[in-house]
């Protein structure tokens, strides 16, 4: 996503707004925010948005009656609706209104940007919402990657992962991990790594053929999780990450050229380039989440 796309988000419930108004932010987008449909059609009529997000239940001027006047004022912006608790049926009634789609609250992040993202590609497109998206559509921006050098200790990057999800909420983004001169990508540390990382080597040792069916006691496993996790701070990420760097794949690749490309590879990531530089990266939930959109 290279052009900021400006979305409005109209919702009554003050720390909501804040909170997802931030989060979506850090994501690249042009966030404005509303607290009743009044003040929605009253931005409306002096900025124009790429997308709206518009709550149902709202006090004054409820969503429905927003969406309606937003269809007077704008009618080829898309609007998805915020059904929290109103279902299917209040669903139904914001299809029937001209809504572009619908969030159920409380919502998954990931969820509502590929739909944000789905409905400013349909409005680009007049509507033309079976062209499918590529990569570069999909991406997580490297901007809103986590990224480290291979030297750095794990404390030390687990500390920076902590940092970034401060009142963020985004989940697990990626995290690439760099050459000490921070320049060539050498992989991607994942949580994977880490548990992995965290196994004492003995227990993938090969055992006598009696150790198949003997059990470790209790009192074996007290405090190994503690200490093992201490020692492993120390260590360096490059240590850590798998040794082969994940698939790369151009902006401009289809989607299910990248689905082939992770089932071939083995890899839940694929770095993507443009103009032969890293721009972002596409994980298994970007995939899965534009398998949601498409089905619903």
Known sequence: MMEKIKLLLVDDEEQFCKTTSKILSKRGYEVTTAGTGYEAVDILKHKAQDVVILDVRMPGMDGH???????????QTRVIMLTGNG??????????????DYLTKPCNIDLMSSKIRRAYSAARTQGDVKKERL?????????????VTEDKTVKEAIEQIMRSFEGSGSGHFPILVFDKNNRELTGILSIHDLIRA???????APKPSIADSARYSDLFWAGLFTAQTQSLANKKVGEVISSEAPPTADESTSLMELANLMQTQGSSRVVITGMGKIIGVVREQELFFEMAVLIS
């Open 198 to 204: 965290l196994r004492p080597a003995y227990l993938s």
């Open 87 to 100: 279902g299917p049926d209040s669903a139904y009634s914001s299809s029937e209104l001209g809504a572009y």
């Open 135 to 147: 990569a570069g559509d999909v991406m997580i921006r490297i901007d809103d990657c986590i990224s």
């Open 65 to 75: 009656k927003t969406l309606n006047e937003i269809r007077k004022i704008c009618p």
